[in-house]
């Protein structure tokens, strides 16, 4: 009965074919997945960030760097991130440190990153530090 029937052979054969479709596609979503290897990642944090600085004083925030990846740079940003500095860091080091005197009064917005080799970011953190206007000893 069933095999006499062409209608019926038919939605078999498109099922089996779909099926076939959906496993192919599932194999090249998850076969990525499993050829990457593990990437490792470095811990960055900060330690000592002053909680107030003034214009035209300088000071020196610093932190901690871990090597779980390969780190070969890393870098402070005390702006957000527009422009980036070498952290005084020495490879195999767990400390970084930079010293910064800051020209306007407001919120600087402190951040580190680590680097590879190939300049690729395996690590990075933020921080805030509230920056108050120079008073003027003028004697008033």
Known sequence: MFSSDPARCRSGT?????????????????????????????ATAFTDVP????????????????????????????DGGVAWRAATWQVGQAAWSHTFTPSG?????????????????????SAETSVAARVCPCGR
């Open 105 to 125: 009064s407001g919120t600087a917005q402190l951040r580190v990153r680590a680097l590879n080799a190939a300049e690729d970011v395996v690590g990075e953190a």
């Open 14 to 42: 498109v099922a089996a074919r779909l099926f076939a479709v959906v496993v192919f596609a599932a194999a090249l979503v998850v076969a990525p997945v499993a050829w990457r290897g593990s990437v490792a990642v470095a």
């Open 51 to 78: 909680t107030t600085a003034t214009v035209g004083t300088p000071y020196t925030f610093s932190g901690t760097v871990t090597d779980e990846s390969p780190v070969a740079e890393v870098e402070v940003s005390t």
